[in-house]
């Protein structure tokens, strides 16, 4: 009653009706999905009723598994995989941040072993700034828009949900620095016109005049692209596929 009742509060803000959307809740007491019987449980659940999407909310209750272990989890998440691609449909996994996270970590800050962030296609993070709530996005296969800003707004009649405050706006600049939808292209940028290919994170942030907290959201974006590489405690781009292999002079 309570899911229900949550639904349609969210449905009558964005002016639907319950009815016409076709939502299906388990309401099973018990849902383990490293356990096989629950797996196919599950896979019969998807197949009987086809929908486009499945939300697995929260991730840390659906399962026993040391989300440590990154044998334990790359095998849970590669039965998600196979339940996606079987079945056609996308699969939303909703799990938490590590509690000493670096702000604006993203989807790096996932608690847990790196395998969740490794096997997202988008992550979407939530996170905490003074009185806002800021959304970022991260894709795998594409640049990340700006952050969004969102507010908890509801009232008796209209459930709690979360309202879009504002986008950043595109050109907004950093004490004349680098505006926000270029900085990852600044960052390669100065790591290729940099002497040795490499530059530590506080000459990067001085060569581009951005903040902190911008430039290592920067850093996670274009590390899970596979454009950039760590080299102790400096950034360098990544070395080009296509590059000429040396060949020693006889």
């Known amino acids: 009653m309570v899911v229900k009742e949550r639904l349609s509060g969210l449905c009558r803000r964005r002016g639907l009706e319950l009815t016409s959307v076709p939502i299906g809740v388990i309401t099973a007491p018990s849902l383990r999905l490293d356990c096989a019987r629950d797996q196919r449980r599950l896979d019969e659940t998807v197949a009987r ?21 990154a044998g334990e989890v790359s095998a849970l998440l590669g039965y998600l995989r ?10 939303a996994v909703v799990h938490h941040t590590r509690k000493n996270g670096t702000a604006g970590g993203g989807g790096q800050s996932l608690r847990g ?3 969740f962030f490794a096997w997202v296609d ?5 996170r905490r700034q003074r009185q806002q ?28 949900h979360l309202a879009v405050v504002a986008a950043e706006p595109v050109g907004e600049t950093e004490r004349g620095g680098v505006a ?8 390669l940028r100065a790591l290729a016109d940099a002497p040795q290919g490499a530059l530590a994170r506080a000459a990067l942030r001085t060569a581009l005049g951005v903040r902190n907290q911008r430039l290592g959201a920067a850093l996670v ?9 760590r080299r102790g405690d400096a950034w360098a781009s990544a070395s080009p596929a296509s590059a000429p292999i040396p060949v020693p002079r006889s």
Request: charged residues 20%; without cysteine; proline residues 6%.
């Open 49 to 69: 009723h086809a929908p486009r999407l499945l939300l697995l909310d929260p991730f840390v209750r659906l399962h026993r598994i040391n989300e440590n272990d």
């Open 82 to 91: 196979e339940l996606q691609r079987r079945h056609d449909l996308a699969v």
């Open 113 to 115: 072993s790196g395998d």
């Open 122 to 126: 988008t992550a979407l993070s939530l």
């Open 133 to 160: 709530i800021i959304l970022s996005i991260e894709h795998r296969a594409s640049n990340s828009p700006p952050p969004v800003t969102l507010t908890l707004a509801g009232s008796e009649t209209n459930h709690a």
């Open 180 to 187: 926000a939808m270029d900085i990852d292209r600044a960052v």
């Open 221 to 229: 974006r274009l590390l899970a692209t596979g454009a950039i590489q």
